[in-house]
């Protein structure tokens, strides 16, 4: 396996390190994902949606929301949602409003906030995303449980995120390209080779599909599975807060 190529924050430090890497990144985040992952970024986060099956009209969560990627995305499969989304670095968040006029086409309202201690009250959204997002949190427990809390009974939860692959050459093919290739190119399209350094390795110590998929259940979601994608490179994990939907 090729060796990453940072040295990961400590656990103390992660949130501000991870907050200020974004907010540097911010400007070029878009080009650079479409770039690196040569466009099939947006049809991993299709599938994400279709897991999801938002109810028509539902209030639906984005998570780390970035610059709203998968929020635009949910607004383009059905109009009449209401999605908030929801990310601690501010000027990713001014990317995500900026983009809004233009993208949005439906309810789309952008929130600064900590998924570890969410700012909304229990049993209030039908559903909830997060994408590329789970291993770069303090603490991926914590998370699942606020994610629970702010559902209804019945909403399902879907985190896609990249994986580490079962076959051994996917593996291999896979670490060679995200270790390596990633922080050349990030650095260029990017502007920081640091970030796009670091968020690779960011992989380095985040649970297999499989044991991601026992925090979900462990964190009391009902039916917690996962979808394997490109391999298992990337992975949509999903799990039902446990009720019957209103």
Known sequence: MATPTTTSPTAGDKGTFVREMFA???????AANRVLTAGMDERWRRRAIALLAPPAGGAIVDLCCGTGDVVFHLLRTDPSLAVTGVDFCAPML???????????????????????????????????????????????????????????????????????APNKLWKRTFDLYFYRVVPWIGGIVGGSKQAYSYLPSSLTNHPNAEALREKFARAGFADAGFERIMGGTIAAHYGTKPGARA
């Open 24 to 30: 540097r990144i911010a400007p070029r985040y878009d």
């Open 94 to 164: 001014d990317g995500a409003r900026a983009r809004a006029p233009r993208e949005a086409r439906g309810s789309a309202t952008f929130v600064e906030g900590d998924v570890m201690a969410l700012p909304f009250a229990d049993n209030s959204f039908d559903g909830a995303t997060m994408g590329f997002s789970l291993r770069n949190v303090v603490d991926i427990d914590q998370v699942l449980r606020e994610v629970l809390r702010v559902l209804k009974p019945g909403a399902r939860f879907v985190n896609l995120d990249v994986s580490k």
